[in-house]
């Protein structure tokens, strides 16, 4: 069967079936075997022996999070609620196959319990598809869920989280984001954009026009993208550093979120004459 004929079969119904076998007991060989066809699959780089793999893999073990995630890019193309629901079958099963003790006794460094992590990849791509969405509230608390397990926040999803929270209108929380992560204001474009739009928010105006300083010494290339002058290109970097273009544009939506959601806060960001020579 060709890769786009098998396709096909791959509709949410058969993969929520093929899901709710996930909880049964899976023999450890069986674990152990699915996970060396994901690895296999992510080296592969011929797209139909990498699918093969993977669906060895959750033959093997419905309950591999990640070989799933990695499936879902295989899939014809689903409409937002199909999405979003074999995102959420799968973050089920994942934490089924963890066990409430794991919750409870991993509470807190749950990331370093390498166990975890598909959940907490498989619950990442849930929240992000949940605010790709437009369900900004529900997405939020996916992600607050989240840090709790795991405050480190290996996965940095704290960007995200204060920027759906001052989309929210959510300035008690912000404040607390803010406090929580204040050396983020000098180092993070996300953190040195929040605080203007707090402080306007808050009206403290004169501290919002010095923190625009700040942001703009912080990485000079974030407000172009901030105020819709460039465009965010489709294909992310794969990494930054505090300053670049690169940061810029991996943070873009997120900025755009926080601000475009007080377009008043957006008009006053624009009239600022120190911004003149800089957008």
């Known amino acids: 069967?060709?890769?786009?004929?098998?396709?096909?079969?791959?509709?949410?119904?058969?993969?929520?079936?093929?899901?709710?076998?996930?909880?049964?007991?899976?023999?450890?060989?069986?674990?152990?075997?699915?996970?060396?066809?994901?690895?296999?699959?992510?080296?592969?780089?011929?797209?139909?022996?990498?699918?093969?793999?993977?669906?060895?893999?959750?033959?093997?073990?419905?309950?591999?999070?990640?070989?799933?995630?990695?499936?879902?890019?295989?899939?014809?193309?689903?409409?937002t609620e199909q999405h979003l629901e074999v995102l959420e079958n799968i973050v089920k099963r994942a934490a089924e196959r963890l066990g409430g003790k794991m919750f409870q006794d991993g509470a807190g460094h749950f990331w370093g319990i390498h166990e975890t992590r598909p959940y907490m990849r498989a619950r990442a791509a849930y929240a992000n598809a949940l605010y790709q969405a437009g369900r900004l509230t529900e997405s939020c608390a996916e992600v607050d869920a989240m840090l709790q397990l795991n405050p480190n926040d290996n996965q940095g999803l704290r960007y995200r989280q204060i920027s759906v929270a001052l989309a929210l209108g959510q300035l008690d929380k912000v404040r607390t984001l803010l406090e929580q992560n204040e050396t983020e204001i000098r180092y993070n474009t996300v953190f040195a954009w929040a605080k203007v739009l707090e402080r306007y928010l808050s009206g403290a105006m004169e501290e919002a026009i010095a923190q625009i300083k700040v942001a703009q010494q912080q990485n000079s290339h974030s407000l172009a993208y901030l105020l819709g002058h460039r465009k965010i290109p489709k294909n992310q970097p794969d990494r930054y550093s505090p300053g670049s273009k690169e940061e810029a544009i991996c943070f873009a939506e997120d900025l755009q979120t926080a601000w475009n959601a007080h377009l008043a806060a957006k008009m006053w960001l624009k009239s600022q004459k120190e911004l003149s020579k800089s957008v």
């Open 1 to 79: 069967m060709t890769l786009q004929k098998s396709l096909i079969l791959m509709i949410p119904s058969n993969l929520s079936l093929s899901l709710e076998r996930a909880a049964r007991e899976i023999p450890r060989g069986a674990i152990g075997e699915s996970l060396n066809c994901y690895y296999d699959a992510m080296e592969s780089d011929d797209e139909d022996i990498a699918y093969e793999l993977l669906q060895r893999a959750v033959a093997l073990d419905p309950g591999n999070a990640d070989a799933w995630l990695e499936l879902m890019s295989f899939m014809p193309k689903l409409t």
